[in-house]
């Protein structure tokens, strides 16, 4: 009695490409012209990079389990793109400097995310929440009513543009993939990716097996500070100019689009590939949304039962009777 | 014989930090705005409080099952937008009861809707209250686009500058909330509450109905965030469609310096009230304390991370002992 399954990052992904084909269909949609719809596939394909990565860190977390999960996500983007912006000042050289200040910065903060919530027992929820109060504030301070600082040409160039002109492949699509490999590699190669779903799974079953559990605990959000850091630097990139409430869009659209992916929000299971197809889609429906030229309030409610509909598919959760 | 008096004091009374934590701030509060307990400040500050207060409190039933509602800002938006746009300005007080009660019938419904997708078809409470928070709030700016609307002035003025022998509404409400918690905690009810947001597994093992008791909570939230709903509308006597985006992570919060665990199974509902109160009060020391605007949102969010932190401090300089 084997039932057919699908696996949610194929699912995800498969239903991408049907909404995107049904999208051609519009009155304004792309028709039968392949250019265009090569174009606009290109297109949200690159906006969902930045949801993409900077959902790599929340992924992380939510593996790790016991509640796990990161509300300081969009701040951190928000301090990091400013960090960026200012750190480099137009200057290609300082982009070096600025990315590894931007993988500190979120790093720390995730430490400090972490210990909270090893050593003090705090919940991950109102840790991360809480904290992401504290970057908001140093943000306006830091911020201070206005920051001066410039995108270096670099930046534009390996974010926002193709590969070339006979091979329009945004570059950061190609930056993309490397990273999903590496992150791949990094759950399902190493002992750090191991350890991670094992104490998602089980903690005392973990801390028995011999896992350092508050260390990969302190290391998971850490590193997921560090990508969420990754993510405010590559979408300074795209944006290049920075505002107050540049990350805090993508903080809840980051949480969905793991689950959207079959990623357990109860930890233990998941996969960066299923985050990299929830992004896509999320992406793809919000800005299907957009192009529909609908009222805002409708354009909710269709988001609002989008979701539902995606997570009634595959975010199931076990049955109580077994 | 101290050890076990702190250990009874934090496990059987959750709240009990809350409470520490409320005394403090009152007093810091009342050293800053020594009118503080007079009649009026009392009214005033309560009245702002009072929605949050009664949505934390569903909030905290909700979490003691064992889930979690992000969608309450929602469900206030609605009964906000309802409100403000069905009784008008000019309207009647008879046309506001009778929207007070559809309002309250709303709230259930949509409390029903999260109920339905989260204990029968058993998605992740998180992400589906996320979900239909995107619906509540869309209906709600479906309802009214633009912020306008308002309800009659002797409705909003019932709310804000009633006080019945000298004590402000809001202290009969949170009485009437905390009267009706303590008996529900007493009865069977109570009792599958905690069981179930304790460890539904186990719960159901032992034949209580747990998905029965897991739509409820979230029933319960949903006419909570109306009522809820309900007394912001009187307190700023308009509508707008955003109004209840900045409460539900607030709610949480309150929850949790509260003293109820984000886990479930742990705590109730008198801590979130108490909580919610500190809440206000900690803005409230802000103000007074004349930091420098940039400063504010630094400084309460640093006040709140710290309230939040002090129990696992206290408890990791006590195991060191």
């Known amino acids: 009695m084997k039932r057919f399954t699908i696996s949610p990052p194929v699912a995800a992904l498969l239903l991408a490409v049907i909404l995107f084909v049904l999208s051609g269909l519009l009155p304004n949609g792309f028709g039968s012209d ?256 957009t192009t529909m030229q609908m009222p805002d309030s409708v354009r909710r409610m269709v988001l609002g039962a989008t979701l539902l509909v995606l997570i009634s598919i595959y975010g199931r959760q076990r049955s109580l009777r077994q | ?101 559809l309002s309250l019938l709303v709230g259930a419904f949509a409390g029903a809707i999260n109920g339905f997708f989260v204990a029968y078809l058993r998605l992740q409470p998180i992400i589906t209250t996320y979900a239909t928070s995107f619906l509540y709030a869309g209906f709600a700016l479906y309802i009214l686009p633009n912020p306008g609307g308002g309800i009659p002035a002797t409705v909003a003025e019932l709310y804000r500058n009633t006080s019945p022998l000298g004590l402000p509404l809001a202290f009969y409400v949170i009485a009437v909330v905390l009267g009706l918690w303590w008996y529900i905690r007493s009865t069977r009810y109570g009792n599958y509450l905690f069981a179930v947001g304790g460890r539904a597994q186990a719960a159901y093992e032992t034949a209580v109905p747990v998905t029965a008791v897991q739509f409820s909570t979230y029933v319960i939230s949903g006419v909570m965030a109306a009522f809820s709903g309900i007394a912001i509308t009187m307190l700023s006597g308009s509508g707008n469609a955003d109004i209840g985006s900045s409460m539900t992570l607030n709610s949480i919060t309150a929850v949790v310096i509260g003293g109820t665990a984000m886990s479930g199974g742990v705590g109730g509902v008198a801590g979130p009230v108490m909580g919610a109160i500190t809440l206000g009060i900690i803005q409230n020391i802000v103000s007074f304390a004349h930091i420098d605007t940039w400063w504010e949102t630094l400084v309460k969010a640093s006040i709140i991370v710290i309230a939040l932190a002090t129990p696992g401090i206290i408890n990791l300089f006590r195991r060191r002992e």
Request: net charge positive.
């Open chain 1, 34 to 289: 392949m250019s265009i719809a090569r174009a606009q596939a290109l297109n949200i394909l690159r906006l969902s990079v930045f949801l993409g990565v900077i959902a790599a860190g929340q992924t992380l977390v939510i593996i790790s389990g016991f509640e796990g999960i990161d509300l300081s996500a969009g701040s951190i983007v928000t301090l990091t793109a400013i960090a960026t912006y200012v750190t480099v000042n137009g200057a290609d050289e300082k982009v070096l400097p600025a990315l590894f200040l931007s993988l500190l910065i979120g790093a720390f903060i995730g430490l400090l995310n972490g210990a909270g919530i090893t050593f003090l027992k705090i919940s991950p929820f109102v840790m991360t929440l809480g904290m992401s109060g504290v970057v908001t504030g140093a943000i306006i301070i830091a911020n201070h009513g206005n920051v001066s600082g410039k995108v270096a040409p670099i930046m534009t160039r390996l974010i926002a543009r193709p590969l070339s002109p006979e091979f329009p492949i945004p570059n950061v699509l190609i930056i993309w993939l490397i990273f999903g490999i590496l992150m791949w590699l990094l759950l399902e190669r190493t002992t750090f990716g191991k350890n991670l779903f094992a104490i998602g799974v089980n903690r005392v079953t973990a801390k028995l097996s011999g896992v350092n559990v508050t260390g990969m605990n302190l290391a998971a959000y850490s590193l997921a500070g560090a990508l969420a850091g990754f993510g405010g630097f590559l979408l300074v990139g795209n944006t290049g100019v920075v505002m107050i409430q540049l990350g805090q869009p993508y903080l809840f659209p980051s949480i969905a689009a793991v689950a959207v992916g079959g990623t357990l929000l109860s930890g233990g299971k998941g996969s960066y590939w299923g985050t990299m197809a929830g992004a896509i889609v999320l992406t793809l429906i919000t800005s299907l949304l």
């Open chain 2, 1 to 101: 014989m101290k050890r076990f008096t702190w250990n009874m004091l934090m496990t059987r009374y959750p709240a009990f930090f809350a409470l520490i934590l409320l005394g403090l701030a009152i007093i810091v509060n009342f050293i800053l705005q020594p009118n503080l307990l007079e009649r009026d400040t009392l009214n005033s500050n309560m009245r702002v409080w009072l929605p949050i207060i009664i949505l934390a409190a569903g909030q905290a039933v909700v979490i003691l099952g064992g889930g979690i509602d992000i969608s309450v800002g929602g469900i206030v938006s609605i009964v906000n937008t309802i409100l403000a746009t069905r009784v008008g300005l000019e309207g009647s007080p008879d046309a506001m009861w009778r929207y007070v009660a």
